[in-house]
T-cell receptor, first 113, second 113 residues
Framework: NAGVTQTPKFRILKIGQSMTLQCTQD?????MYWYRQDPGMGLKLIYY???????DKGEVPNGYNVSRSTTEDFPLRLELAAPSQTSVYFC????????????FGDGTRLSIL | GNSVTQMEGPVTLSEEAFLTINCTYT??????LFWYVQYPGEGLQLLLK?????DKGSNKGFEATYRKETTSFHLEKGSVQVSDSAVYFC????????????FGKGTTLSVSS
């Protein structure tokens, strides 16, 4: 069972570069999420999607973009990398019901230098 | 707005000691409550959940009871093991923002033999 798969696991970028963090899930979940985790700060929601073609901003969306063309995939795009985006990024998915748990990928550790 | 507050860490215990990690929340409606655990280098895994007042979630010897009157969801375990060393996150979910989770800042538990 693959669950939620994120690639790459690690990446170093230079300031101003762009990249896409990939996320795919094989559980046919409607909802998908991107969080960032900073030391001592818990996880903050960047963007979420309630289904293919529908996305919405979370708490910290600035500097990021997302798309959801299929149920399975939810890539996160950084257009102009900045040092403040150095973080660990987690993708998660769930069914529509808020009683259902979210399933997390193993994360992408991103450093902007 | 909704928020989760959990006790600051790190918490350092000897094997077989009793564990309590406090968690309180504020919410406008009737959230579901969760505890997630993060082992080093991994993503978050659901530990337990409770979806309504007075529900008790339990898993792997951990327990937490949803207390609406005190808006709390404290995590307890009667006898911790070295393998329980991890970061523990309390979180809530409501039927808004696509049921995205709102996390506490996390509590690091270190258990020594």
């Amino acid at each position: 069972n693959a669950g939620v798969t994120q690639t790459p696991k690690f990446r170093i970028l230079k300031i101003g570069q762009s990249m896409t963090l990939q996320c795919t899930q094989d559980m046919n979940h409607n909802y998908m999420y991107w969080y960032r985790q900073d030391p001592g700060m818990g996880l903050k929601l960047i963007y979420y999607s309630v289904g293919a073609g529908i996305t919405d901003k979370g708490e910290v969306p600035n500097g990021y973009n997302v798309s959801r063309s299929t149920t399975e995939d939810f890539p996160l795009r950084l257009e102009l990398a900045a040092p403040s985006q150095t973080s660990v990024y987690f993708c998660a998915s769930s069914y529509w019901d808020n009683n259902q748990p979210q399933h997390f990928g193993d994360g992408t550790r991103l450093s902007i230098l | 707005g909704n928020s989760v507050t959990q006790m600051e860490g790190p918490v350092t215990l000897s094997e077989e000691a009793f564990l309590t990690i406090n968690c309180t929340y504020t919410a406008t409606g009737y959230p579901s409550l969760f505890w997630y655990v993060q082992y080093p280098g991994e993503g978050l895994q659901l530990l337990l959940k409770a979806t309504k007042a007075d529900d008790k979630g339990s898993n792997k010897g951990f327990e937490a009871t949803y207390r609406k009157e005190t808006t709390s969801f404290h995590l307890e375990k009667g006898s911790v093991q070295v393998s329980d060393s991890a970061v523990y996150f309390c979180a809530l979910s409501e039927r808004q923002a696509g049921t995205a989770l709102i996390f506490g800042k996390g509590t690091t538990l270190s258990v020594s033999s």
